[in-house]
């Protein structure tokens, strides 16, 4: 109906509950163009207007993670049917469909502080910033231990948002590139063997940067939820079938079933492609309860 509130006008709400104070919060009124909600922690919402699908589907997919207190950390994953990131040759643009990508602007804009792997600064040149929807970028985080990152990336030089280039603490001078003066430079225990997720966590935490995104690559995204560092991981899966290549989400072999991950598993479309909200929190409260 032509009175429907869209998709845009839930973006905003979802905004504006990114901002607000959860840390022992009951319900919270919103207005957003006129128009109000009451969103409750852990999300569920209520408007006396009448949503478009797509606009409550929106709401339903981000706020149970938006409207909490403490810290959160999230992870993306595009992914083909039979689970591949790229091709052999490292092709990857683009896998996931249009949707997909705004998708992953909408995480960053709701997250502190976006973390990728040096291999994905290296291999892909991202930007890290929020381009398809409305919303502040977060800082930038390259995870480098052995200081290999490329002096000429894009989110080194373009000045777009914050950055922090994280290197090993014991890393010997003049091994990493020189950055521009804008770039923070800061050293983590695990050059050898790779920075331990939490630490990163911590680390970003005591900075100010309380909700994190881990966007990649899938050797980072694996890493960090092998730790159990992940409360949320977005897989969004793509119609199409690459038959070889790169892997994403990549554990340690398990004897049995009873040790596979089980997160609880909501889906949505988005686009061409299918999305799986993926609670590794829920999955825990869940054990608790039975």
């Not at 969004?236 to 049995?256: K, M």
Request: glycine residues 12%; proline residues 6%; neutral net charge.
């Amino acid at each position: 109906m032509a009175d429907e509130l869209v998709p845009d006008w839930g973006w905003a709400c979802i905004l504006q509950a990114r901002d607000a104070d959860w840390a022992g919060a009951g319900t919270i009124s919103f207005t957003v163009e006129g128009v109000a909600i009451e969103i409750a922690p852990r999300g569920a919402w209520r408007c006396a207007r009448a949503l478009r699908a797509d606009t409550a589907e929106l709401l339903d997919l981000f706020l149970p993670w938006v409207a909490r207190p403490g810290r959160l950390a999230i992870a993306q994953l595009g992914q083909s049917l039979d689970g591949r990131i790229a091709t052999a040759s490292g092709a990857s643009h683009y896998i996931n469909c249009l949707e997909a990508r705004t998708h992953l602007h909408r995480l960053r804009a709701l997250v502190d502080a976006v973390v990728v792997g040096v291999g994905t600064v290296n291999a892909d040149d991202p930007q890290l910033t929020v381009r398809h929807v409305a919303g502040r970028n977060p800082v930038r985080v390259v995870l480098d231990p052995r200081g290999r990152a490329r002096a000429d990336a894009r989110l080194f030089q373009d000045g777009a948002a914050p950055t922090v280039h994280l290197v090993g603490e014991d890393l010997a001078p003049g091994t990493a590139a020189v950055l521009p003066g804008r770039v923070a430079r800061a050293g983590l225990p695990g050059a050898g063997s790779g920075f331990e997720p939490g630490a990163v966590l911590d680390w970003l935490a005591r900075a100010g940067c309380r909700r994190v995104l881990v966007e990649g690559g899938g050797h980072t995204v694996s890493r960090f939820v092998q730790a159990g560092a992940i409360e949320r991981l977005h897989l969004l899966v793509a119609p199409l079938l690459i038959g070889s290549g790169r892997a994403g989400l990549v554990l340690p072999p398990i004897d049995t079933l009873d040790e596979a991950l089980r997160p609880v598993c909501r889906p949505f479309r988005c686009g061409s492609d299918s999305l799986f909200d993926l609670d590794f929190d829920g999955a825990g409260r869940a054990a608790q309860q039975r």
